[in-house]
Antibody, heavy 118, light 110 residues
Framework: QLQLQESGPGLVKPSETLSLTCTVSGGSISNTHYYWGWIRQPPGKGLEWIESMSHSGSTYYNPSLKSRVTISVDPSKNQVSLRLSSVTAADTAVYYC??????????WGQGTLVTVSS | EIVLTQSPGTLSLSPGERATLSCRASQSVSSIYLAWYQQKPGQAPRLLIYGASSRASGVPDRFSGSGSGTDFTLTISRLEPEDFAVYHCQQYGSSPPMYTFGQGTKLEIK
């Protein structure tokens, strides 16, 4: 049973870069079965997929965020990272780490709230 | 880009009643790539249904999914108190690979 845990600053200033890390336990991030990625949910709103990385290293982005997003994987630490640049108040959300297979999100982290404010 | 529209936005029912939640896609979706999630306040979503009609591990059999093409349904046959939550539908498009969610249906106690 995979467990995913997000970590990172809860407050980011406008125009700066949001950086989050997801630590995976209960399995290897090198597992070829899963895509590793991020999903967010603004307060009181629906879910928005951000990006995913396949076991082969291919990355897939939400077109609306592609220009500002970077995902990376560190197999030595069993971690996945997200960087979102030039943030605004619209990027305030709970950010979830996710392990997915084509068609569904199998595992979710508990989520971490990131507020963009000066 | 495929848009998923869930209806109703809010559904008010009593325990023991049957709940029917709708998810409509702006264009045809492969059934194998349609999923439903349950989300309780302050929690991450939980996978309920995948492949439009297959229950995820540990999901009670009062939950069922159906549909094809552009119209999909999540049915809860007999509501239990713990079923009152927000439900999200999601589709996966393979070209390019991306996940899209509906806006959610809130199931509340009447």
């Amino acid at each position: 049973q995979l467990q995913l845990q997000e970590s990172g600053p809860g407050l980011v200033k406008p125009s700066e870069t949001l950086s989050l890390t997801c630590t995976v336990s209960g399995g290897s991030i090198s597992n070829t079965h899963y895509y590793w990625g991020w999903i967010r949910q603004p307060p009181g709103k629906g879910l928005e997929w951000i990006e995913s990385m396949s076991h082969s290293g291919s990355t897939y982005y939400n077109p609306s965020l592609k220009s500002r997003v970077t995902i990376s994987v560190d197999p030595s630490k069993n971690q996945v990272s997200l960087r979102l640049s030039s943030v605004t108040a619209a990027d305030t959300a709970v950010y979830y780490c996710a392990a997915s297979t084509p068609g569904m999100i199998d595992y979710w982290g508990q989520g971490t709230l990131v507020t963009v404010s000066s | 880009e495929i848009v998923l529209t869930q209806s109703p936005g809010t559904l008010s029912l009593s325990p023991g009643e049957r709940a029917t939640l709708s998810c409509r896609a702006s264009q045809s979706v492969s059934s194998i790539y349609l999923a439903w999630y349950q989300q309780k306040p302050g929690q991450a979503p939980r996978l309920l249904i995948y492949g439009a009609s297959s229950r995820a591990s540990g999901v009670p059999d009062r939950f069922s999914g159906s549909g094809s093409g552009t119209d999909f349904t999540l049915t809860i046959s007999r509501l239990e108190p713990e079923d009152f939550a927000v439900y999200h539908c999601q589709q996966y498009g393979s070209s390019p690979p991306m996940y899209t969610f509906g806006q959610g249906t809130k199931l509340e106690i009447k």
